[in-house]
């Protein structure tokens, strides 16, 4: 066999090896919301990590420390959030350093995080009901650096559980007008592992556009309000129903293009409004498809199964009201 067959065999056999491991993957995922595990072992392991760094006055030997005592004694999941949020064991330290009243602050609530299970579990039954071929991913609770609440592993969902240790005392003076907006209580748990539980359901074909990126997120805000009874972008949602035309206005603009920045993920460089609004048009898009559909399960079914956007926009009849 000559090498140019060989390589092509080779990529060929890689191929379907990927397919199978892909599918396989998917028909081994759990399916009953009963069985699923909400994991908070690394909680417990970065607050040990904190109070023995506490003792330390060099960044070298804390970074070691929370490298050792959290980062390497952690569950699959926090290895996958490590990789996707984290980065390292020196941005976490350097992190706690540039806010220290609010990483002292949330050592109470992330120690709550089991009394929401009940909740989240009710959440999961209710994706059953409305979607019976959901699955169900074990959820791991982790500490972060406060850029994330929550994202999907490979084969978990992940929550960033900084992000919901908001009360009424939270220390807010280190944090930017981003975090302060987002921020949440332990209450708001279910919904973040609602939506990112959506996430992980999607079976998506769409076009690289604003308006691909905004249904993709927004449709999770719509099942988790389904599933869980509420949503995580609630700031986003208070000020798009009052600014609903002319935020539509102003997305078409942009929605055919690739240009997400001043729609989504822009926390870092909104000014004059709350950011992440592409995700409040999302939602809205797939509102109106979930309420004009005579079928909901069957709708259900559609919205996390997009195979054509454009047929899929027209038949919401989303108009900006």
């Known amino acids: 066999m000559s ?23 998917t028909q081994d995922m759990n399916r009953d919301p009963e069985t699923v595990r909400f994991i908070t072992s690394d909680i417990d392991n970065f607050w040990r ?45 350097k992190t706690i350093e540039s806010w220290p009243k609010f990483y002292a602050s949330i050592r109470t609530p992330t120690q709550k995080v089991e009394r929401m ?8 039954r209710e994706f059953k009901k ?8 074990d959820v791991y609770f982790l ?4 850029n994330s609440g929550g994202t999907t592993g490979a084969t978990t969902l992940l929550v960033g559980t900084e992000m919901y240790g908001r009360t009424p005392k939270t220390p807010l003076d280190e944090l930017s007008t981003w975090l302060k907006n987002v ?6 748990l279910p919904a973040i592992v609602a939506h990112e539980s959506c996430h992980f359901n999607q079976s998506l074909r769409l076009p690289r556009t604003l308006l691909a990126k905004a249904v993709q997120e927004g449709s999770c805000d719509l099942i988790s309000e389904l599933i869980a009874g509420g949503i995580i972008n609630t700031v986003q949602k208070t000020y798009g129903d009052s600014h609903e035309a002319d935020l539509w206005r102003e997305f078409q603009t942009d929605m055919n293009t690739d240009r997400i920045d001043k729609w989504m993920y822009n926390g870092a460089t909104v000014k004059d409004k709350p ?7 999302g939602y809205r898009i797939t509102s109106e498809y ?20 454009d047929k899929f926009f027209a038949k919401s009849r989303y108009n900006g009201s």
Not at 52 to 81: H, M, N, P
Not at 117 to 124: E, L, N, Q, T
Not at 130 to 137: L, S, T
Not at 183 to 188: I, R, V
């Open 3 to 25: 090498n140019l067959k060989l390589v092509i065999t080779v990529i060929i056999l890689i191929g379907i090896c990927s397919i199978w491991a892909k599918a396989q993957g």
């Open 49 to 93: 990590a904190y109070d023995l760094a506490a003792k330390e006055t060099e960044r070298e030997r804390k970074v070691a420390i929370f490298q050792t005592e959290y980062l390497d004694k952690g569950s699959v999941g926090l290895k996958d959030f490590l990789r996707l949020r984290i980065k390292s064991a020196e941005a976490l330290v």
């Open 117 to 124: 299970v009940g909740k989240m579990r009710a959440s999961f």
């Open 130 to 137: 409305v979607y019976p071929e959901a699955v169900f991913p």
């Open 143 to 146: 500490i972060g650096v406060g």
């Open 183 to 188: 921020l949440g209580g332990t209450d708001k």
């Open 275 to 281: 950011a992440d609004l592409g995700y409040y048009i």
């Open 290 to 309: 979930y309420r004009r559909a005579k079928g909901k399960k069957l709708a259900v079914r559609e919205i996390l199964n997009i195979q054509d956007l």
